[in-house]
């Protein structure tokens, strides 16, 4: 599966943004979809994540109660939307997905830039 992510910009600490993940190539409910993201000087981290039906999400404890993961299968399309944003949350976001029966996420999708101004 190829994945593209889009959604990421400029925004003032507080507001929100929507990220988005299309997926092309296989069918995008066999995979499971995570959400990562890598600060300037850091290591890539996890962010959130979803089951392939959507059924059950996980969070980061930096994210949680302010970021929500989803998705839309007949779209082939994962979802991050970002609210409460704070600077700590800038970097580089990627969406990334997981076979299942796989042990690693191992489709990865180009970054998209999201910037929370203070």
């Known amino acids: 599966v190829q994945l593209q992510a889009c959604g990421g910009g400029l925004v003032q600490s507080g507001g929100s943004l929507r990220l988005s993940c299309a997926a092309s190539g296989r069918t995008f409910s066999a995979y499971s979809m995570a959400w990562f993201r890598q600060a300037p000087g850091k290591e890539r981290e996890f962010v959130a994540t979803?089951?392939?039906?959507?059924?059950?999400?996980d969070y980061a404890d930096s994210v949680k109660g302010r970021f929500t993961i989803s998705r839309d299968n007949s779209k082939n399309t994962g979802y991050l939307q970002m609210s409460s944003l704070k600077p700590e949350d800038t970097a580089v976001y990627y969406c990334?997905?997981?076979?299942?029966?796989?042990?690693?996420?191992?489709?990865w999708g180009h970054g998209t830039l999201v910037t929370v101004s203070s």
């Open positions: 990334a997905a997981q076979r299942l029966g796989s042990s690693s996420y191992g489709h």
């Open positions: 979803i089951t392939r039906s959507g059924g059950s999400t």
